[in-house]
């Protein structure tokens, strides 16, 4: 930390001593170098004069090439404060390009930013992406016929991102597949992002938690807050945790909030080094306070990740005891409704019991039995009152059976054995047998011997 404190001091030395040499000193190339080097320490408004300046030098000198580079770097920087305007310099960064064409990978570059800060634009104002599009897919076409990897990819991962802003889900994990086949490795971790999120909007958690998995975010703190709080997102999702998922969102969005306060704060101690250049303790007291606020951004997050995890256990445990509740009230009602069944069981046995007709058959012996059709008529009404019509039911069932056949049905109802029944036949045991074999192959086409006709009837 100190080493890069170091370098910005020794920068801030060399623009004023170039500031000194007088206006014309510098050229636009090494006001561009100045102002990359800005930007990548994080001192963004530093780096957005410089790169006005250098535009300025380039238009003075015609130093095409840098013009349309600053215009680029400029887009760039404002993308995120200013979408507007970095669509409208990116818009002439293309027309000073296509007047003075040198490099078809840049202009490539230059359709992808256009196309880029178009869809963002399209996005806030929830606008038509036509004009993205036909950036990114002009772009597309000229890396495609230009065998051009690199570009191919990043141009199939920014239509990717349109699509899913356009919440074409589906479409944008076809353009991400696209990308993931001619994917370069400094490229396939901003395609990984895009894959991940669109099986996340699809709700693939599997697809999704593997692919954020294969993010390694290095030192960068904030994709390593995108991977995590995603994996978040999904472990919630899986069990169902909607308010736990929202407030554990909310909490992240604050430590994002925190970490993009820190970056200002950082512009804002750069911006002051450069100012005081010489003044090395009030330089050592920013750096210090730089270094407690990642600290405590990195505390934040990890009382967020406790508390998630805290959080995610209470569910699991209330799930486990729900769970085990409901596996008890099943059991208590299965048992109070096989005691139910018997009870009904015992009334209806009680019943058929007591009528006249199972009297006569449970005293009649081996002596031939006589029914008479206003008995035959009492069973069948006794059976339905007690089976919920299951005979009157069977006769429409089928309409064709025959009167014996629908008293044998009483009879093996009631339970009356084999010997009792040939009694009122007048057949013996094995006839009955044979009779009821035929009755269920021929009328209820059953032809399974393990299946007998008790148990046809009691399913009916």
């Given amino acids: 930390m100190h080493t890069k404190a170091l370098y910005i001091f020794i920068l801030g030395v060399l623009l004023m001593a170039c500031s000194q040499q007088g206006p014309h000193s510098q050229t636009a190339a090494s006001c561009l170098e100045e102002a990359e080097a800005a930007l990548a320490n994080d001192s963004t408004r530093l780096g957005e004069t410089l790169l006005r300046k250098a535009i300025q030098l380039a238009e003075t000198s015609k130093d095409w090439h840098t013009d349309y580079i600053a215009h680029q770097r400029l887009a760039e920087a404002l993308s995120q404060s200013n979408p507007e305007e970095a669509l409208r310099l990116m818009k002439q960064a293309l027309t000073i390009y296509e007047q003075h064409p040198d490099d078809e990978h840049n202009y490539v570059i230059l ?25 990114i897919h002009r772009a597309y076409d000229i890396a495609k016929k ?7 990819c990043q141009t199939l991962t920014s239509l990717a991102n349109i699509a899913w802003a356009k919440e074409d889900y589906r479409q944008a994990l076809d353009y991400a597949h696209q990308a993931e086949a001619v994917a370069t490795d400094e490229l396939r971790t901003g395609l990984l992002q895009v894959l991940a999120r669109s099986y996340l909007s ?8 593997t692919v954020y998995r294969k993010i390694n975010p290095g030192d960068d703190v904030h994709l390593a807050y995108i991977v995590q709080s995603n994996l978040a997102k999904i472990a919630l999702r899986r069990m169902g945790a909607i308010q736990v998922e929202d407030s554990v969102a909310e909490a992240f969005d604050k430590v994002e909030d925190i970490y993009y306060k820190a970056l200002e704060q950082k512009d804002e101690y750069y911006q002051e080094t450069l100012r005081q250049e010489m003044e090395n303790q009030q330089l050592e007291y920013h750096s210090t306070m730089y270094a407690r606020t990642l600290f405590i951004i990195v505390i934040a997050s990890l009382i967020v990740i406790i508390a998630m995890v805290l959080v995610i256990r209470y569910r699991m445990q209330a799930q486990r005891q729900e769970k085990q509740q409901l596996q008890q009230e099943a059991e208590h009602q299965k048992a109070q409704l096989h005691q139910a069944n018997e009870v009904v069981a015992f009334l209806q046995n009680f019943i058929l019991e007591r009528t006249e007709v199972m009297k006569k058959l449970n005293q009649s012996g081996d002596s031939l039995i006589y029914l008479s059709p206003h008995e035959w008529s009492e069973i069948e009404r006794t059976l339905d009152a007690i089976d919920n019509n299951r005979f009157a039911n069977l006769r429409k069932q089928y309409p064709n059976m025959q009167e014996d056949d629908i008293r044998l049905c009483l009879l093996t109802r009631l339970g009356i054995s084999n010997r009792t029944i040939g009694n009122i036949y007048c057949i013996s045991i094995s006839a009955v047998q044979h009779r009821k074999l035929k009755l269920k192959k021929d009328v209820f086409g059953e032809s399974n011997p393990d299946i007998t006709l008790e148990q046809i009837l009691n399913r009916k």
Wanted: aromatic share 12%; no cysteine; charged share 20%.
């Fill in 111 to 135: 359709l992808d930013y256009a196309g880029t800060f178009a869809a963002q634009v399209a996005y806030i104002n929830e606008s038509s992406f036509d004009e993205a599009l036909d950036f």
């Fill in 146 to 152: 230009n065998q051009m990897n690199d570009m191919m």
């Fill in 202 to 209: 699809l709700n693939m958690l599997d697809s999704a938690e």
